[in-house]
């Protein structure tokens, strides 16, 4: 195989199809390594498509999250001695991986959400997805398994979109919910770096996240039980931070509360709210307007939707844009002294979502919102000013990136 590196484009397609011909897969385990490099190439990319096709979900606001799959999914195998397999996209099937595979068992997963947005006309557009692989390469990485190269990556998702473009709803507020997942498929209980893993993507048309408009929630702030830590994970899109917030999660619930809102060190630092990262727009001691959120300090999860709202606001020069530290002190006296003007977490799923409420340490703070209870004005403003770009409304940059 290791010539065939070395024939021009159309032999190498030849050979693929070749193989493809002599060596058709009766299941979904067997697939062929075509490149004997270590990079994704999109051109080698097959398409099996599903012979009966599913009915689709009606797209409005009874559509559940996560739930209806689109009828295709993107496939690509790495391996340590062949390196990456051809692309392939094939019908959503349910995966048949050796029990010992590691990604059961310690975790070694990683995975990335991201949005198609399709406008009235048609048109298909991808939200800074550089930004998606960039941090799907970070998690790779952090987790030992193997880097990739992102634009090839991407040109395999367009393909992907592109046959399952009519699952991608046109209305405002609904899209298509993409998950690129990898995870390690060795046949083997060692704990050791992959030998083997599985790039695969799967996608669910979502509606609006808030059902009802845009409307504020309590979070609970969490002193006992941490997300992340400084040299941890909390900084990766990683399978393994997100199990251990389920009973958190499950308690606030309980309490009446929507969100976790993670807190670090003694000092109570404020990091994030669920899976989302948080941010305080109030008056300083010194009577300036600053948007506030956690730096990247390894323990903060670098949202998208975080640096496009922080690029945005720094663009206005309305009012001070920071990244830095802050505690629940500070947080409690900004609120008891009427300087906390909006709170919101911000996340590719709610794009923007208010806060209106505050528990820490069993007593509740009010946090001031919009008229009759509704979103502040900042908050609305970034939630309209980001769904104008994604629905490529609104040039900006070269955030929004069309599928032709
Ligand atoms: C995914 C995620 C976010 C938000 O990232 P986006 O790229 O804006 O969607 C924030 N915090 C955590 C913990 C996350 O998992």
Known sequence: MLSVKS??????????????????????GSRTFATSGSSIDSSLLKIQRATALKPKPVFDNSLPFGKFFTDHMLEIEWD????FSAPQ????HPLSIDAAAPCLHYGVQCFEGMKA??????VVRLFRPDKNMKRLNDSCQRLSMPMFDGNQFIECLKQFLKVDRDWIPDKDGFSLYIRPTVIATSSSLGVHPAHHALFYVIACPVGPYFKDGFAPVKVLAESKFKRAWPGGTGCNKVGGNYAPG??????AAQQGYSQV????????????????????FWKRADGKRELITAPLDGTILPGVTRDSILELTREWREFEVSEKTFTMADLINAANEGRVIEIFGAGTAAIVSPINGISYMGKEYAIPCGKDGRAGELSTRLFHELCDIQYGRKQFRDWSVAIH
């Open 7 to 28: 024939l021009k484009g159309f032999q190498y397609h030849a050979f693929t199809a070749f193989v493809h011909v002599v060596m058709p897969r009766p299941t979904w």
């Open 80 to 83: 340590e001695k062949d390196g």
């Open 89 to 92: 996209i094939v019908p959503h």
């Open 117 to 122: 947005y399709k406008d009235k006309s048609g």
């Open 246 to 251: 389920l009973l958190p999660q499950k308690m």
């Open 261 to 280: 809102l993670w807190l670090f060190g003694e000092e109570d630092y404020v990091t994030e709210v669920g899976s989302m990262n948080f941010f305080v």
